[in-house]
């Protein structure tokens, strides 16, 4: 007998145990039963890396500005601690500080490579700008005090720092540190007063004269400090408060501007009282009187020429009776003042001038206006002073970013006739001068210029903007308004009945574009769509061809009246109203139904005046939804057009329209659940038939059998495929439908009501689906089980669509044209479609619509959808290339366009029948490669369980593709295609707001691009490679020039001293003169510069001044040898000559026999 072995017993069951949990895992990435051809993946790990690459747009909450004039840099900080600085178009460069702090204040080092930033958080950072991206070398946080101002003179290591309790300190920028020489307000204001002087708003050394001081209160004390003697020489006072202060570049007069509006000019050695007080936007009253007071003027400068007046430039100002009049710049020049009027808050301004040195003549160009939400720069050489044509992508914002699309390897030839149809939209009147702002090197970066990328901002002004995104710039290549083509309210009784929208009822949704055939449409928020053609000639359209859509799901409510049970209705597939309404004319005119309900009438109301069309986007057609019943249209959530077909879907929460834009006629007209047929998988209430599709645009027409149509054209395409209802059972359901008609209208209204709002506050094409909540940063998503099917029903919206040519049931032998459907309950729906000859053919017969009845389910809601072929490759959809529409065609090409079917063949096309396809489907939760044409399931992936999928996009890296997903819990996802294995999962950023849900997106090559706020732009990679490169694609901020030299003093200045007067700074705040300054006032903190910012810090601004320091005084001495050489020998040449003359006088009597 043998002998029972327990231990052999449980290895087996746990060997058993383990191959059953693999072969399960196996079995969620492999369904058993499919067996699938391997295709070779070339995607691995390795091939991902997430970095920031650039950020475009104009810098959100500005707060600072500074401009070094020999580099000719621009720098701008922000409310939120960011750093935008600008050189020559195409050299830009974003930082971030870590504590978000508020930049106040920006400082350059002229020419050194260097910029000192101060923080509302009482913090001085030094940022090393020779390096592609800047780094922060130093920190200065003070403990004790706030920081107010900050002052450095050109060619100075020593910043002065005012604070709000009045005191001045002084830190050296080389090592960041503080000096024991400090300023107390105490000392500086008179010892009679009795009162703080205020903040310091104003430090600046006098230009002639480095070792005068001039500080600023803001009580309106102004006091000229002389630092050798350590006292005050002269004190200003006035009555009001002081904003700004600006030096003559004499040094004996300066400027000050109030709170009262006045501006008041004080002479150095005349303490008492201003030599002159102006007033620019005063009313000037009779009798002398001093003129009424006026806004503060928050800044002026005053900038000399050589060959005229001076030039006062001020902010603010304005009279107080000038209500609702727009900010403005004042700029006095002699006795002539313009006031030039802007278009938002003025936040800072500079003048550019000719020398960076203070004690020369200016010579101001122009003017960097730094506004609340734009950048302006005037030119002052000009007459008028016209503005700069400003080459930076700063115009994102010109109306609130409602999506964005990015496309990747755009055809070769789209990019030029974009340009030159945009170059026609461009403003005229600009300087005719260059941009001054020029500074930095751009890199011509051949790693990725090849690649031309275009992105798409959709505005809630209606506009579509297209920008050149090719290598890392952004330049804006054409702009499209989709409001033209609508009537403007010019009063509110007139008002458009947008009742589904708060404001901004032109705002875009959604765009579908094809790149090759240049075919763009637009879905609007007001639930209408506009289909365009690309045209490089002008037309004019005399009407504008519309078509009207009655798209609505009717619900009724669970309480049904006593004693009256609805009769269960058979699902019709594409039947409609048997009672047929003549079309009527364009435009439509509002109607009513009989309880005096808004019903048929469009949410905009179309021009039916004739419209001139310019070159670029042209009106094809426009479609819209119409109300029902007193019900308001919902909004579009998916839409998709194809060039090849002629045909445009769209669909929302009820349901699906498809239009065929050549005939302009409606081909399909359906609710969600007629899609499914007898194959519904919920649980359906009983529900109302829908009100008459029938539409009130021309030739558009839903027609059943026996309903009588004036042209072929307007035939439905799957009137053939019709359920015909029972007699008996219409009058049953037409008799209960009287009985609850108020309850049903009350319940969908109120749903109706309820999907609107969430759709408005969200903007999403997936907003119409169970709620989000904002928890920790991140967005939850409830979808319990128990939710009602009325609740469902509703909810089921239209989510994604593509069309494609592939196989649409299990039994087909080749592939054919169809669409795929997404709802919103994770559903894939097929429609087969039937398309007539090419030609004129075309344009004649109808195209035949009719679902397959083919379904597959996922996971949540279906987001994107696309196909491969046998190779693993993309199969991209069909399309017709780009013609010219507007010139008449030739006999010969018009009989090639009649032989020519307008379906482009794609790969799949000439594929052998034998050669299957794969669809690659992505949800919110999850993703599938389904095996066509069995349907077989042969890879799944679960992206996430606790979160969901607000983006997925098929896109192509490395001559492979792979499947990009952005997940709500900020998570950045790639899968390998066709087995979908992780390759990629980063934590990014968290979705605080819908902001970044609506605008991201992926496009091919590894790049992608999301509004990371209301103004700008950030721009990404998930490529190992562009990563890699990335230094090498940006350009380079610090580049050697030359610091001018500096104002010839003349002869007798020089003579008698008249010229600018030098300090040694070092001696009188260095540590051995001054002392240590006290260690609790101030904490430094090393910065993160890294290794290359240590040495651009030290071949940069204290290398540089160590060198010409060690310079100057090794010239020193050597012209020090060199006088005390020359004295020698002049010495020597005296003696020399002495005793000549004394030999000469000794010998000069002596005959030659006397020696």
Not at 194 to 211: A, L, Q, R, W
Not at 1021 to 1031: A, G, K, M, R, V
Request: with cysteine; net charge neutral.
């Amino acid at each position: 007998m043998r002998k029972f072995n327990i231990r052999k017993v449980l290895d087996g069951l746990t060997a058993g145990s383990s191959s059953a949990s693999q072969q399960q895992q196996q079995q969620q990435q492999h369904p058993p039963g499919n067996r699938e051809p391997e295709i070779q993946e070339t995607l691995q790990s390795e091939h991902f890396q997430l970095c920031k690459t650039v950020r475009h747009g104009f810098p959100y909450q500005p707060s600072a500005l500074a401009f070094d004039p020999v580099q000719k840099i621009l720098a701008v900080g922000t409310q939120t601690g960011a750093l935008r600085l600008f050189g020559r178009p195409g050299v830009e460069c974003y930082c971030q500080h870590d504590s978000g702090a508020a930049v106040i204040q920006l400082q350059f080092l002229i020419n050194e490579g260097a910029l000192v930033s101060a923080l509302a958080d009482d913090t001085l950072h030094l940022w090393n700008l020779r390096q592609k991206r800047p780094a922060i070398l130093h920190s200065l946080k003070f403990c004790r005090e706030r920081v107010t101002f900050c002052h450095l003179p050109f060619q100075s290591k020593w910043l002065y720092v005012g604070t709000e309790r009045g005191n001045i300190h002084i830190v050296n920028v080389e090592s960041f540190t503080l000096s024991g020489y400090v300023i107390m307000w105490n000392k500086a204001i008179e010892l009679s007063s009795k009162s703080h002087p205020g903040p310091v708003v104003h430090i600046s050394d006098n230009p002639m004269d480095e070792g005068k001081l001039l500080i600023g209160f803001e009580s309106g004390t102004v006091v000229l400090w002389d630092l050798k003697s350590k006292k005050a020489d002269y004190r200003y006072t006035y009555d009001e408060a002081i904003h700004s202060v600006a030096w003559h570049h004499e040094g004996k007069q300066f400027i000050c501007s109030h709170s009262d509006g006045t501006l008041t000019i004080w002479n150095v050695r005349s303490p008492a009282k201003p030599v002159q007080t102006i007033t620019p936007h005063g009313k000037q009253l009779k009798d002398g009187k001093k003129p009424e007071p006026c806004k503060p003027i928050l800044k002026v400068e005053f900038k000399t020429t050589r060959s005229g007046e001076p030039f006062i430039i001020l902010s603010g100002g304005l009279s107080y009776d000038t209500v609702g009049r727009r900010p403005c710049l004042t700029v006095m020049h002699g006795k002539s003042t313009a006031v030039l009027e802007m278009d938002y808050s003025i936040v800072d301004f500079l003048t550019l001038c000719e020398t960076p040195y203070p004690n020369d003549f200016q010579e101001p160009y122009a003017v960097v206006v730094l506004l609340e939400k734009d950048l302006v720069l005037i030119d002052l050489a000009q007459n008028g002073y016209p503005i700069f044509e400003n080459p930076y992508p700063l115009s994102i914002h010109e109306s609130p970013v409602t999506c964005c699309e990015y496309f990747a390897d755009c055809p070769v030839d789209l990019i030029p006739a974009l340009y030159s149809v945009g170059a026609r939209q461009k403003r005229q009147g600009y300087s005719k001068k260059e941009w001054p702002i020029n500074g930095g090197k751009r890199k011509n970066c051949n790693f990725i210029h090849h690649i031309l990328n275009i992105a798409f901002l959709r505005h809630a002004d209606g506009s579509v903007k297209f920008w050149d995104a090719s290598a890392i710039t952004l330049q804006v290549l054409y702009k499209l308004k989709t409001s033209k083509v609508f009537e403007k309210s010019r009063n509110k009784d007139d008002r458009p009945n947008t009742d589904i929208v708060d404001e901004d009822p032109y705002a875009i949704q959604i765009i579908s574009w094809c790149p090759e055939s240049r075919m763009l449409c637009i879905a609007g928020v007001s639930a209408h769509v506009i289909i365009y053609r690309f045209s490089k000639q002008e037309v004019i359209t005399e009407v504008i061809p519309m078509l009207e859509v009655r798209l609505l799901y009717e619900i009724n409510d669970v309480e049904t009246p006593e004693g009256e049970q609805p009769p269960p209705l058979p699902t019709p597939v594409g039947g409609s109203n048997p009672q047929p309404i003549p079309p009527q004319s364009h435009p439509s005119t509002s109607s009513s139904s009989s309880d005096g309900l808004r019903d048929n009438v469009p949410c905009l109301k179309v021009k039916n005046s004739p419209l001139k069309q310019s070159p670029g986007y042209q009106t094809e057609l426009v479609i819209q939804l119409v109300w029902v019943g007193g019900e308001p249209p919902q909004q579009i959530t998916s839409l998709a057009v194809n060039s090849s077909y002629g045909l445009v879907v769209f669909g929302n929460c009820n349901g699906i329209a498809m239009v065929d834009y050549l005939q302009k006629a409606v081909l399909l007209n359906l609710g969600t659940i007629e899609l499914y047929g007898s194959n519904d998988p919920y649980r359906r209430e009983p529900r109302s038939p829908r009100k008459s599709r029938q539409p009130s645009g021309a030739g558009l027409c839903d027609i059943s059998e026996g309903t009588v149509v004036p042209e072929d054209r307007c035939k439905s395409p799957t009137s053939g495929s019709s359920s015909p209802h029972n007699s008996d059972d219409e009058q049953k359901m037409n008799n209960f439908i009287e009985k609850v008609k108020t309850k049903s209208r009350k319940f969908s209204k109120m749903v109706a009501s309820d999907i609107a709002k969430m759709s408005r506050k969200l903007s999403l094409p997936t907003d119409l689906k169970p709620d989000l909540d904002v928890k920790d940063n991140s967005f939850s998503r409830s979808r319990s089980s128990s939710v009602t099917s009325i609740d469902k029903e509703s909810r089921e919206a239209i989510s994604a669509l593509h069309f494609c040519e592939t196989f649409t049931r299990k039994t087909d032998s080749s592939p054919s044209p169809c669409l795929w459907v997404g709802t919103t309950l994770g559903t894939v729906l097929i429609i087969a479609l039937n398309l007539p000859p090419g030609g004129e053919q075309r344009l004649l017969q109808p195209v035949i619509v009719s679902p397959s009845g083919t379904i597959l389910r996922l996971k949540g809601a279906i987001l994107r959808m696309a196909f491969l072929d046998t190779t693993g490759c993309l199969i991209p959809p069909a399309y017709e290339p780009w013609r010219e529409y507007n010139v008449p065609e030739e006999k010969d090409e018009k009989e090639k366009l009649k032989k020519r079917r307008p379906v482009s063949v794609s790969p799949s096309s000439s594929q052998e029948i034998s050669e299957n396809q794969y669809a690659v489907i992505c949800s919110e939760k999850q993703a599938k490669v389904i095996s066509l044409p069995t349907q077989n399931c042969a890879y799944k992936q679960n992206i996430t369980e606790t979160s969901f999928v607000l983006r997925g996009d098929i896109v192509a890296l490395s001559n492979s593709i792979c499947l990009a997903c952005f997940c709500a819990n900020g998570h950045i996802m790639t899968f390998s295609l066709p087995s979908l294995r992780p390759l990629l999962d980063v934590y990014y950023l968290p979705l605080t707001n819908m902001r970044i849900a609506r605008t991201f997106c992926f496009t091919n090559n590894g790049q992608a691009l999301y509004l990371v706020s209301p103004t700008e732009i950030q721009r990404l990679t998930y490529s190992q490679e562009t990563c890699e490169n990335l230094q090498e694609m940006l350009g380079e901020l610090f580049t050697p020039v030359e610091t001018p030299e500096a104002p010839n003093r003349g002869f007798f200045k020089g003579l008698f001293g008249g010229g600018a007067q030098s300090l040694d700074r070092e001696e009188l705040f260095g540590e051995s003169s001054s002392g240590k300054a006290s260690r609790s006032l101030a904490q430094h903190i090393p910065g993160p510069g890294g290794i290359e910012g240590v040495k651009g810090a030290a071949s940069g601004v204290v290398g540089e001044l160590a060198r010409a320091r060690l310079a100057l005084d090794e010239r020193g001495q050597k012209l020090g040898d060199l006088e005390e050489r020359t004295a020698a020998m002049l010495s020597s040449a005296e003696s020399f000559s002495k005793h000549a003359h004394e030999i000469m006088l000794k010998y000069k009597d002596k005959k030659w026999y006397q020696f």
